[in-house]
């Protein structure tokens, strides 16, 4: 029986904390689900609870989440094994899978701009269920979409997204789930952990209550229900360097 | 002689002014972090999470966690800020960066840019790109003023699905730099060595005097 984290009854210090992936995402998994997952490219994405995913086999998957991935690592594992149904994504090249599925008509794909994306999640996330952008006025991405004028400019409404599941990988947790990340692996994290009905991180290291500065926190622990520590493997997509003697 | 990437970078790279906060977008933009003028100082957005974007790293300095839009490795410099994708693209839709460099697959005389799909091709997505050129303060785009089989890309009207409705501002392209006015282009400057009459000819778009 896993803990039911942001509930507990019995009024004590919150208990967030799971002993693995598959664990922590037990009882939430449902076949047609709607999950937003943090990460850009392969940097920042929550790899150890889309294995677990993977291992859960639930199907019928849509999932928000900027990219989906190479074929063998990142949401691409989930296509090898034809558990996704629809992407929402800003930009999915690098995955050959993917665009076999895609062609073929199994996968659906729903291209979202960026910011539209992780706005949608934010909105979503901050009970906001729709915003209106100058993003995409003009192009397929307003094509059906309401169409108002502010001060003279043309925008379009674009909704909020509320996910089944919120699943991210940050670098530190608290015990009670206060979360910090690193560099530019904060990316989606944040927007995407806000707009789930419950969210579980993974992270590299989780530490005492107390012992992260509460300045620093990038993403409070409200938002966090369940949280794992593991291994992450944070492949490099690009490889990119300088020799010394450029410098 | 045209200028080649290298050269229109450079080129790209004189539109740049001391303090401003500028988006470079993949390929040649990229290149335009190259040839940043002595005494500008300005300060790189990478649309996945950074402001302060530093070189590639040393070899064997690499960090997985680095990377910058197009998902290469990089470093950070002493004033580099971190944030999220929602307050990344806060900043870039709410008109606080100053340029976007981009790159092109076609421009319209009235400033419509395409540049992310070509129907019936790999559809990879457009990424940042629509944000961008509907949030930033200028649109430069770098691209080459034909394709490769000599037809123009400085068009009348796009033929391809569009990434942002008259939001360029200014090209540079292999043979020089036109600007988006009213009623069409006008020619800014020309490559070294090509003529007025060679750039009218490579382009299909109206020109403006």
Known sequence: MPRVAHTDPEGERMKKIYGSAAEALDGLLFDGMFIAAGGFGLCGIPELLLDAIKDAGTKDLTFASNNAGVDEFGIGILLQTKQVKKMISSYVGENAEFMRQYLSGELELEFNPQGTLAERMRAGGAGIPGFYTKTGVGTVIAEGKEHKDFNGQTYILEEGIFADLAIVKAWKADTTGNLIFRKTARNFNVPAATCGKICVAEVEEIVPAGTLDPDAIHLPGIYVHRIIEGAHEKRIEQRTTRKKESA | ?209
Not at chain 2, 108 to 127: C, F, Q, R, S, T
């Open chain 2, 1 to 209: 002689m045209p200028w080649d990437r290298n050269q229109m970078a450079a080129r790209a790279a004189q539109e740049l002014q001391d303090g401003w906060y500028v988006n470079l977008g993949i390929g040649i933009p990229t290149l335009v972090a190259n040839y940043i003028p002595e005494g500008v100082e300005v300060t790189l957005q990478s649309e996945n999470g950074m402001l302060g974007m530093g070189p590639f790293p040393f070899e064997g300095e690499e960090d997985a966690d680095l990377i910058n839009a197009g998902k290469q490795t990089i470093t950070e410099l002493p004033h580099t800020a971190y944030f999220d994708s929602a307050q990344s693209f806060a900043m870039i839709r709410g008109g606080k960066i100053a340029m976007a460099i981009l790159g092109a697959m076609e421009v319209a005389e009235n400033g419509d840019l395409a540049n992310w799909m070509i129907p019936g091709k790999l559809v990879k997505g457009m990424g940042g790109a629509m944000d961008l050129v509907a949030g930033v303060g200028r649109v430069v785009v770098v691209m080459d003023h034909t394709n490769k089989h000599g037809e123009s890309k400085v068009l009348k009207a796009c033929t391809l699905p569009l990434t942002g409705k008259s939001v360029v501002d200014r090209i540079i392209s292999n043979l020089g730099v036109l600007d988006v006015v009213e009623g069409g282009l006008k020619i800014v400057e020309l490559a070294d060595g090509v003529t007025e009459e060679e750039l009218r000819a490579a382009t299909e778009a109206t020109i403006v005097d």
